[in-house]
């Protein structure tokens, strides 16, 4: 904790060069395996279920809960791939090699097919984790200019910008359109960006086969859960914290792309058009006291997945239709966070955070409104500046700003 507090009061780059990679990896290894304090979701039948979080959760037992685990697991893999010889990798690859076996997935694998782990992190850890595996995936499947080799060749088997692919969506011809090749490529193009190879020729990204092959069962479990339970899913979450179901598409919409699952990606957009196609001039009432998305900007980046650009640039217009006069006003100024010792009211912090990620990422699919690609640039580093300094020292924060710190940091390298 000292370590931190040191380094924050040194002041931080606002762009991820190996010494802020450096800086986030240290802070998820110091708690991915600290099992306490933790806050179970855990729902017991029977008093011998009983359990402390490494028995219920061989891998993901760390970190507060679940999900946070599971989220610097991620951030753990991305920075290894894009920074392999700073000296944090190491750690990270024997603690993959430890957690990430066989034998301890199938330990997760059988809490979640408990019945009563029905809804069990719903839909945020659901996200999360898919979004560690297709991270996972580029480890054994490095990138190719232009795209991973996973994407092109999803893009090549969905054939043209507005190909169709089987959808039961009662005649919404909308939901046929797929993202072109180009577009869908740039989904997640900061994360994709190829690790530099060590100077001996060798790669090192072949590693991360046995870890995506371990966890591959409860990914693939996690995949089904979805399935089942969109089409019965009435209404989108349009809520601020874990529930938020726009935020669920947009990760899962990578790791469709990256495991060329052109049926998953469809469920995924039809969820995504029957929820928001509708939606116009958003009152955008945030932030909400807990808030760690932005609903709106969320929004948008999900259906930035879902549709085709030009469909895309209408819808947005027509959503957030007062961005180049700055309104609404919310959500171009930065959240004020009163205790950062408090659980909930830090989730400001990472309201700033996503909401730097969000505009990032929104910033080019504005290009051809070049005045309102710098506004979204500009609020963007806004919120950036705000929160990036606050990521550890109370470890209500600690273990899990760092996440939406490398989120927000990947999408600014392509705005």
Not at 3 to 30: F, K, P, Q, Y
Not at 139 to 159: C, N, T, Y
Not at 357 to 364: D, L, N, Y
């Amino acid at each position: 904790m000292e370590a931190c507090h040191r380094e924050s009061a040194r002041g931080v780059t606002m762009a991820l060069d190996a010494e802020m990679a450096g800086r986030l990896a240290r802070i998820a290894l110091s708690h991915v395996t600290r099992e306490f304090p933790n806050k179970l979701d855990h729902v017991m039948t029977r008093a011998e279920e009983a359990q402390r979080p490494r028995a219920l959760h061989p891998v993901f037992f760390g970190s507060f809960d679940w999900h946070s685990c599971v989220h610097s697991y991620w951030l753990l893999a991305t920075l290894c791939r894009l920074f392999p010889d700073n000296p944090e990798s190491g750690a990270i690859r024997t603690l993959f090699d430890e957690s990430l076996t066989v034998e301890k997935v199938a330990g997760e694998c059988a809490y979640l097919a408990r019945p009563a782990a029905r809804a069990f992190e719903r839909p945020y850890g659901w996200a999360w984790l898919l979004m560690l595996q297709a991270e996972l995936l580029r480890h054994s499947d490095p990138p190719l200019e232009g795209g991973s080799k996973s994407q092109r060749d999803f893009g090549e088997g969905m054939g043209a910008d507005s190909a169709s692919i089987p959808s039961e969506n009662n005649g919404n011809a909308e939901t046929n359109f797929v993202p072109s090749p180009k577009f869908a490529a740039r989904i997640w193009t900061s994360a994709c960006a190829p690790a530099p190879l060590p100077r001996d020729g060798s790669n090192p990204q072949g590693e991360g086969r046995r870890w995506e092959e371990a966890l591959k069962p409860l990914a693939d479990a996690i995949v089904g859960r979805f399935r089942e339970w969109l089409p019965r899913a009435t209404y989108p979450v349009r809520a601020g914290t874990h529930g938020n179901t726009a935020f669920a598409l947009r990760l899962a919409f990578d790791y469709a792309q990256t495991v060329q699952d052109p049926e998953f990606f469809d469920l995924l957009r039809t969820a995504a058009i029957r929820w928001y196609t509708d939606d116009r001039d958003d009152p955008c009432r945030e932030p909400s006291g807990e808030d760690f998305l932005s609903p709106s900007l969320t929004e948008a980046q999900c259906m930035a997945c879902a549709l085709t650009p030009d469909k895309f640039n209408g819808w947005f217009a027509r959503f957030l239709p007062r961005l180049a006069q700055g309104e609404p006003q919310c959500l171009f100024q930065p959240a004020r966070v009163s205790d950062r010792s408090d659980g909930r009211i830090v989730h400001l912090d990472g309201l700033n955070l996503s909401r730097a990620w969000s505009w990032f990422e929104i910033a080019p699919w504005t290009s051809a409104d070049e005045p309102l690609r710098q506004i979204a640039i500009a609020a963007a580093q806004r919120h950036l500046s705000a929160a990036l300094t606050t990521i550890c020292g109370d470890y209500m924060g600690e273990h899990w700003l760092a996440t939406y710190a490398l989120l927000a940091l990947l999408a600014g390298r392509n705005a």
